[in-house]
């Protein structure tokens, strides 16, 4: 399987394992449809008063777990399953909290039910059609009409990090050349290096104690004509 790692702009979402022989055609879709459950829990929880969030904040807490961005760091791939547990797992301990229902205005329900409106609001920006997905991998849009694998080849053991937006974005900006994580074990291998080159130019600032020229010593027997002096025989 092909390990994909979506992200959106610079910041990760989630690791998905596709095959080769996946159609983008069907995979856009589906990569949207995760995204957009993702934001779904979170807005659930999120969304539940204080009273609500007290009794269920355990499960709030898992549901939040299942989608977190740290799963990437985990190597932890996510599937529409899991976001689907998620949802079940929030929609079950508001009945138990809510046993007569909530009622149809709920910002809750209406999260259930998919009838939210987060029109005019930061997350329904955040939110992308399955119908206008669009998905790049190394500035390249990865066509609908085509393949995984006519882009990633036949080898299905390797991960690549794939960008999620919306159609009529233009190409989303390239990732850099080395990884946050190896551009701060470089700066600190150049760190230590320039520490210890501080080091040794200390310790040869110091070896001009050893030179005959700084013995408070040598003026003064060089006066006195025992400069060159040897005692003992010969």
């Known amino acids: 399987m092909v390990r994909l790692h979506v992200k959106r702009g610079d910041q990760s979402q989630f690791l998905l394992e596709a095959a080769g022989s996946d159609r983008l055609a069907d995979l856009a879709p589906l990569v949207a449809r995760i995204y957009n459950g993702r934001l779904k829990v979170q807005r659930l929880c999120s969304a539940p008063n204080e009273k609500m969030q007290q009794v269920i904040r355990k499960t709030i807490e898992e549901a939040k777990a299942l989608i977190s961005k740290k799963q990437v760091q985990a190597n932890v791939c996510v599937n529409m399953e899991m976001v689907k547990d998620a949802l079940d797992q929030l929609r079950g301990a508001v009945m138990i909290v809510y046993p007569m229902g909530l009622p149809p205005y709920d910002p809750v329900r209406m999260e259930f039910e998919d009838k939210e409106d987060l029109s005019g609001t930061h997350a329904g920006l955040d939110i992308i059609k399955e119908s206008e997905v669009q998905l790049w991998w190394a500035a ?51 760190y230590k290096k320039q520490e210890e080159l501080k080091k040794l130019e200390e310790d040869d600032d110091d070896s001009f104690l050893d030179a005959e020229w700084a013995d408070n010593h040598a003026l003064k027997r060089q006066f006195h004509g025992v400069k060159d002096i040897k005692w003992g025989p010969r």
């Open 140 to 190: 390249k849009e990865l066509k609908e009409t085509k393949l995984l694998s006519d882009y990633v080849g036949k080898n299905e053991k390797t991960t690549i990090i794939v960008k999620i937006q919306e159609k009529g974005q233009g190409a989303p900006g390239r990732e850099p050349v080395i990884s946050h994580e190896e551009q701060k074990q470089m700066m600190l291998y150049y």
